[in-house]
Structures are given as structure tokens and as C-alpha cells.
């Protein structure tokens, strides 16, 4: 256990903090579980960059840093569909990606024992989401707009990473 791993293992535990804080009945808990978010986004960045600077990067690190990632975003998102702050079909849209990507993750990493790391479109698409929330809190049309933005970027990310588990595949054979 390093520092990076520490910082993901802290993610997976904000996740029921959020949803704890955000269906709670306490004045101003839409604000706070979106502080809590945006906590979570900031110890993603910050495991990233400790992990790569110190040369502190595991498969541990690798693997369960994306799923956290992936389900920290995914709970947001319920969480906005469930009080109708964004339409329902976005959460499914992402859900269905998301789950093809842990699934494509997992196949490579037992089948091959190979992980693939995020690339920058991967985290653009992640940052997008983020703003796109931040926006969300202080008009939604507008952040609307850039959540539609992120969905298309985060698709762009899944067919490039299909593309490369397709590579992978055929290497795999001879």
C-alpha cells in the first residue's frame, strides 16, 4: 500500500459518503456531497501525478484506480437522474459504457494479464465530466450541454480502447 493506492482506496470510500450526504436531509447537502465529488476528483489527479513522479505506480494502482473513477462518476450520475437534475437516459448511456469498459479491463488483465492505461482522451472525457457538474450546479441547460459534450467524448474513448483491445487480441494469437 503507497501513497497513490491509499488515495484510490479513500475514493471507493467517498462514494457512500456521497450518496449518504446527498439524499440526506441536511441543509445545503446538494452543495456538500458536489464539495465531496470534487474531493474525490482532486485525490484522482493527486494519486496520478504522486504515482507517476515517484515512480509509485502498481497494477493494483492501475486496475482499481480507473473503477474507482468509473464509479465515483457513476454514482454522481444516478444520483442527478434520481432527482431529475439530468435525463435518466444519460446514466444508462454512461452505465452501458462504463460496464463494457471494466468488462473489456478485466478480459485483458485475466486473459492476457495486460492493463491498459488511461489515455488523454480517457481523461479529457473525465475532466469534461467533471466541469460538466460544476456547471450543472449553477445552470443546468448550459451544463447540460457540456455533460452531452463529455458522453460524446467518453464514447470516442470507448471505441479507441475497443480498437486497442482488438489489437491486443491479435497479438495475442500469433
Known sequence: MNIPNALTTLRFILIPT?????????NNSFLF???IFFIAGATDVLD?????????VTKWGTLLDPLADKLML???LFSLS???IIPHWV???????????????????????????????GKAATVLFYVAI?????????????LYCAIFLAFFALYNYFIHFIQIKR????
Open 18 to 26: 456521497y450518496l449518504f450526504v446527498y439524499f440526506s436531509k441536511i
Open 33 to 35: 456531497a458536489m464539495i
Open 48 to 56: 496520478g501525478y504522486i504515482a507517476r513522479k515517484y515512480n509509485m
Open 74 to 76: 457513476l454514482t454522481v
Open 82 to 84: 434520481y432527482t431529475n
Open 91 to 121: 446514466f444508462y448511456i454512461v452505465l452501458i459504457k462504463e460496464i463494457s469498459m471494466i468488462i473489456g479491463g478485466f478480459t485483458l488483465f485475466k486473459k492476457y494479464e495486460t492493463v491498459v492505461a488511461a489515455k488523454y482522451y
Open 134 to 146: 460544476g456547471i450543472l450546479i449553477f445552470n443546468k441547460l448550459f451544463g447540460l450541454y457540456f
Open 171 to 174: 497479438q495475442a494469437k500469433y
